[in-house]
Antibody
Framework: QVQLQESGPGLVRPSGTLSLTCAVS?????????WIWVRQPPGKGLEWIGEIYHSGSTNYNPSLKSRVTISVDKSKNQFSLKLSSVTAADTAVYYCARKVVPAALNWFDPWGQGTLVTVSS | DIQMTQSPSSLSASVGDRVTITCRAS??????LNWYHQKPGKAPKLLIY???SLQSGVPSRFSGSGSGTDFTLTISSLQPEDFATYYCQQSYSTPETFGQGTKLEIK
């Protein structure tokens, strides 16, 4: 079955760029699914960051759009997140997940285990 | 953005209880509604998709209903492993948004 694993630095300096990668195993990133990033600040709820299709098509949360880039590397079966100009408000657990889209309806499953990124000097 | 509002925000219940959590969307989302639960330190896990379809492997004590703007998640008989935080999520339009969560605690 499909499994996802996030990786990247756990500490980022303010004004720097957060960079994470999500490795997909047990299935192809070129399947008919979208691939998403969601974050969760400590003790708070879930925020959808954005999504990418294997063709490179993307959708971003307008609240983050000016700072977010999501890309895909089909040769490595992985996708990545970059968030620029970070502040302490970007401290969160970052999750990657598959967005299953069998028809118009869609849902997120499975999820990676998540990785905590702290923004601090 | 479509706002998702869950109630209650927290709930205390006992093993064996029947529990209902509600989720209201700020506009009609048809059946584009999913439910997840999340245990401390773990990733969210899909329970119900498309408002009422049970995800494979999820116990049948979980059920979902509703369409349009009002939805419910019901757990027919609480088990110890069900104590967690529950989130609804709309997949009708981007940005896809979540409810604020309902923390289900042991009484």
């Amino acid at each position: 079955q499909v499994q996802l694993q996030e990786s990247g630095p756990g500490l980022v300096r303010p004004s720097g760029t957060l960079s994470l990668t999500c490795a997909v195993s047990g299935g192809s990133i070129s399947s008919s699914n979208w691939w998403i990033w969601v974050r969760q600040p400590p003790g708070k709820g879930l925020e959808w960051i954005g999504e990418i299709y294997h063709s490179g098509s993307t959708n971003y949360n307008p609240s983050l759009k000016s700072r977010v880039t999501i890309s895909v590397d089909k040769s490595k079966n992985q996708f990545s997140l970059k968030l620029s100009s970070v502040t302490a408000a970007d401290t969160a657990v970052y999750y990657c997940a598959r967005k299953v889209v069998p028809a118009a309806l869609n849902w997120f499953d499975p999820w990676g285990q998540g990785t905590l990124v702290t923004v601090s000097s | 953005d479509i706002q998702m509002t869950q109630s209650p925000s927290s709930l205390s219940a006992s093993v064996g209880d029947r529990v209902t959590i509600t989720c209201r969307a700020s506009q009609s989302i048809s059946s584009y509604l999913n439910w997840y639960h999340q245990k401390p330190g773990k990733a969210p896990k899909l329970l119900i998709y498309a408002a009422s379809s049970l995800q494979s492997g999820v116990p049948s004590r979980f059920s979902g209903s509703g369409s349009g703007t009002d939805f419910t998640l019901t757990i027919s008989s609480l088990q110890p492993e069900d104590f967690a935080t529950y989130y609804c999520q709309q997949s009708y339009s981007t940005p896809e948004t979540f409810g604020q969560g309902t923390k289900l605690e042991i009484k």
